[in-house]
């Protein structure tokens, strides 16, 4: 069965979920899952997980992420992007040091409104279910942090491109219509692409034309131990491989703190962990349960 990670540069004009389920069907495997949502106008790095990989999703949608977005300025639009029904065009004289300056604010802890076009769930309903039908609600404000906010270039009159590295519930769209209101303007997404997400890039993507052509598509499965590149490998010793199937922790005295890739002493991965005091525990066990020592691929 097909375990691994699968980097997509998402098209244009597909789901998240589209993708997911064009490789269910190619790998004919159940379990596939991705690591965080791009609109259908969004392009870019959709890490796609299957098998027992999946059970790392977690950790790439809860991690930072950089985009390099549109913010056309002057109109408001009820989606926050210009997909949407335009609701309001205004004259634009902006320069470009006073959009730098307006950038400020945004950068750092910020409170966010979500959006009435998103999935977020208000009273058992999807907010972008209620907008459809011409309803608003009032969605209370959530934190999210803006690591980083770059004005690129100016790409027309109004036209402006940014990049946003930003954590998890950031919406960018909702980050360009807050922007065009600070200037008193309107503005909104006029593109998204996805550049990075949980430390893949764009340089680790490949296209899902390339993926339904390949000759053996589980040989660009990535191994599911790269979403954790940034922690240090550790090796177990004789005799602790048992104890970390089990779910036992181990004691390891002279380990320093911290999360680790842990690896049987043939090399298999088993486990993302974590030290402390000199003791191992399992954070998330990624072996076949029904694997025996011996079994290892």
């Keep these: 069965m097909p375990n691994g990670i699968l980097i997509i540069d998402k098209p244009e004009g597909w789901t998240s979920m589209d993708v997911c389920a064009k490789l269910r069907g190619l790998f004919h495997e159940r379990r596939v899952g991705h690591g965080g ?3 259908p106008m969004a392009t870019g790095v959709l890490p796609v ?13 809860d991690s930072e992420k950089e985009y390099v977005a549109g913010l056309q300025l002057g109109v408001i639009t ?34 966010q409104v979500p959006p009435m076009y998103s999935a977020i769930k208000i009273g058992g309903k999807k907010l ?27 790409t027309g009159p109004d036209a402006w491109t940014l990049r946003v590295r930003c954590s998890k519930g950031t919406y960018v769209r909702t980050l ?12 909104a997404m006029s593109s998204l692409r996805r550049t990075m997400a949980g430390g893949f ?28 590149a940034d922690r240090p490998a550790l090796t177990l010793p004789a005799g602790a491989e048992k104890k970390v199937r ?15 890739r842990v690896y049987a002493p043939d090399g298999a991965f088993l486990a993302l962990s974590r030290a402390r005091g000199g003791t191992l525990t399992t954070v998330r066990s990624f072996f ?10």
């Design 246 to 260: 089990n779910g036992v922790p181990v004691s390891l005295p002279r380990l320093a703190d911290g999360e680790y």
């Design 176 to 187: 360009c219509h807050d922007i065009g209101l600070a200037l008193g303007c309107g503005g």
């Design 128 to 154: 972008y279910e209620l907008a459809r039908k011409g309803k608003e609600v009032e969605r209370p404000p959530r934190p999210v942090t803006i690591h980083a906010l770059e004005l690129v270039e100016q």
């Design 37 to 39: 949502t791009l609109d």
């Design 288 to 297: 076949e349960a029904d694997q025996s020592p011996a079994r290892h691929p």
């Design 49 to 61: 997980f299957l098998g027992r990989a999946t059970r790392a999703v977690s950790f790439v949608t």
């Design 201 to 228: 890039t764009l340089d680790d993507a490949v296209t899902l034309e390339g993926v339904l052509s390949a000759p053996d598509p589980a040989a660009l499965l990535r191994p599911v131990d790269a979403c954790f």
């Design 78 to 111: 009820n989606t926050q992007d210009t997909t949407g029904e335009v609701l309001e065009t205004r004259p634009v004289s902006v320069t470009r040091e006073q959009l730098e300056a307006a950038l400020a604010p945004f950068r750092g802890d910020i409170l």
